[in-house]
Nanobody
Framework: QLRLVESGGGSVQVGGSLTLSCSAP????????IGWFRQAPGKEREGVSC????????TYKYSVQGRFITSRDNLKNTVFLQMNNLKPEDTGTYYC?????????????????????WGQGAQVTVSS
């Protein structure tokens, strides 16, 4: 069973940056699209970004466009979410997820139920 592991979470002040990583020890990710989701306390989980299996296409939630960048290094079997100019509303638990589907640049974010595998989450806290 594919198991995803997120790392890189932490606390940062408004305007700061963090980079999350998603890996799958013992498995390869190059056949999967990888999405990032987040969930704030008391709120529903929401999609943040998605990158195609070879990294040629990405799509983002509107509120993070221009601030977040997702990328992947399939040789290192790792997917990244670089988060810049962080805001308090970016606070939450961030999850990466793997799914077997195609995406194109700017396509609507895939829904959570389209993903087959999930990580345990990494906490991101942005304080003012």
């Amino acid at each position: 069973q594919l198991r995803l592991v997120e790392s890189g979470g932490g606390s940062v002040q408004v305007g700061g940056s963090l980079t999350l990583s998603c890996s799958a020890p013992g498995f390869t990710l190059d056949q999967y699209a990888i999405g990032w989701f987040r969930q704030a306390p008391g709120k529903e989980r929401e999609g943040v970004s998605c990158i195609s299996n070879i990294g040629s296409s990405t799509t983002y939630k509107y509120s993070v466009q221009g601030r977040f960048i997702t990328s992947r290094d399939n040789l290192k079997n790792t997917v990244f979410l670089q988060m810049n100019n962080l805001k308090p509303e970016d606070t939450g638990t961030y999850y990466c997820a793997a799914g077997s589907f195609l995406i194109g640049n700017g396509w609507p974010l895939p829904k959570a139920q389209e993903y087959s595998f999930w990580g345990q989450g990494a906490q991101v806290t942005v304080s003012s």
